[in-house]
């Protein structure tokens, strides 16, 4: 069983190559290179011994994707990681946002929708929430409008692919992620933000290892137990997992509609002082710190009821907060070293 995985030297892309190359899956990546690099290839192999097929393609080149699905013709499952995904970026560029994270979208399903089986796995956000009303968030809560246009590409995205589904063999599973973090145990794979990094905890490892100077905690006057932000930190393996539980489900054609939501998270909320305060004990060291304005954008707490992923999905997150940050750190300190 041949999976096509978009985006597969990305951070969560690669991470999970890995795990459907342990469970035997024959695995070729797309990747256009623009936020990750090919010597992510060897780290895939460290760990498994194989080197997947790797195809360096834009898919925003529909030319370009019609051509790898008749070179690749026994592809019958899809994992979509490839779209733009920084918060800041997309408001500023939204047309970006929407040619690189919609056009492919529907590029990959005109293709997969000429194939007698079509799995598609799709990497949607809990943005799709906005700030939900009710903790943890189930699958039910309300998509309500889109803080930023790439958290809208995800909500169209999703909308696009049940129209689709509706109407053709293909057969679809929305995974919703919290907060990936961490790397490989075996620090062969890990986060490779490109310039300053937006997200906290390469912030933090960043800081930790002498290349920022402090890290800027965005708040600390919200409604929150120490004011600062809640989320659902999870470990990138854990996520990682997910993907290959998901594309099995409906391999094995166990899913009960043509489209199933997953949220994936921990189910444990966490502030970003919490965070603070976990890595400082993971990594024997003081974070260097500041509390400045909030952060545009930012929802107050997010973190997933999991019943729905333990109980249907049959996959549930298994590693600490602490794990993960551990993880996150060897693997800043390894590229740093
Ligand atoms: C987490 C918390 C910040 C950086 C985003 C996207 C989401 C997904 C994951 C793609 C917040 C605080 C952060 C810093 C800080 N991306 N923070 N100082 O915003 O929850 O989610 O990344 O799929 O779609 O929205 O993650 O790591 O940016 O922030 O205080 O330097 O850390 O305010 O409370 P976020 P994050």
């Not at 898919?59 to 370009?64: G, H, M, N, T, Y």
């Not at 920022?212 to 470990?235: M, Q, W």
């Amino acid at each position: 069983m041949k999976v096509l995985v978009t985006g597969g030297l990305g951070f969560i892309g690669s991470h999970t190559v890995v795990e459907l190359q342990n469970e035997g899956f024959e695995v070729v990546i797309i990747d256009n290179l623009s936020n990750a690099d090919e010597s992510v290839l060897k780290g895939i192999e460290a760990i498994t011994g194989k080197q997947p097929i790797f195809e360096k393609l834009d898919l925003r080149e529909k030319p370009s994707v019609v051509e790898f699905f008749k070179k690749h013709s026994d592809v019958s499952g899809v994992i979509h990681f490839a779209a733009s995904k920084a918060v800041g970026e997309s408001v500023e560029n939204p047309l970006l946002y929407y040619e690189n994270n919609i056009n492919t979208l529907v590029y990959l399903l005109q293709e997969l929708q000429q194939k007698p089986e079509a799995n598609f796995i799709f990497s949607s956000s809990c943005t799709v929430y906005g700030q939900a009303e009710l903790m943890p968030i189930t699958e039910n809560a309300p998509v309500q409008q889109a803080m930023s246009p790439y958290g809208n590409t995800k909500q169209i995205g999703e909308e696009i692919i049940v129209d689709v589904a509706k109407v053709t063999n293909i057969n679809a599973i929305l995974l919703r992620y919290f907060n990936p973090i961490g790397a490989h145990p075996t620090a062969e794979l890990g986060e490779l933000p490109i310039g300053v990094p937006q997200n906290l905890i390469p912030f933090i490892t960043q800081t930790a290892v002498g290349l920022r100077k402090e890290l800027s905690v965005f708040g600390s006057d919200y409604p929150t137990a120490d004011g600062t932000c809640i989320r659902d930190y999870i470990h990138v393996v854990d996520l990682a997992k997910a993907h290959v539980v998901a594309l099995k489900r409906l391999i094995d054609k166990k899913n009960t509609d043509k489209v199933e939501t997953f949220n994936l998270g921990t189910g444990t909320g966490s502030s970003v002082l919490e965070v603070i305060n976990a890595f400082e004990k993971v990594s024997g060291q003081k974070l260097n710190y500041k509390i400045v304005d909030r952060r545009e954008g930012d929802v107050v707490e997010a973190f997933a009821n999991t019943d729905k992923a333990n109980d249907i999905l049959g996959w549930k997150a298994k590693s600490t907060l602490e794990e993960a940050l551990a993880s996150a750190w060897k693997w800043e300190q390894k590229i740093r070293g």
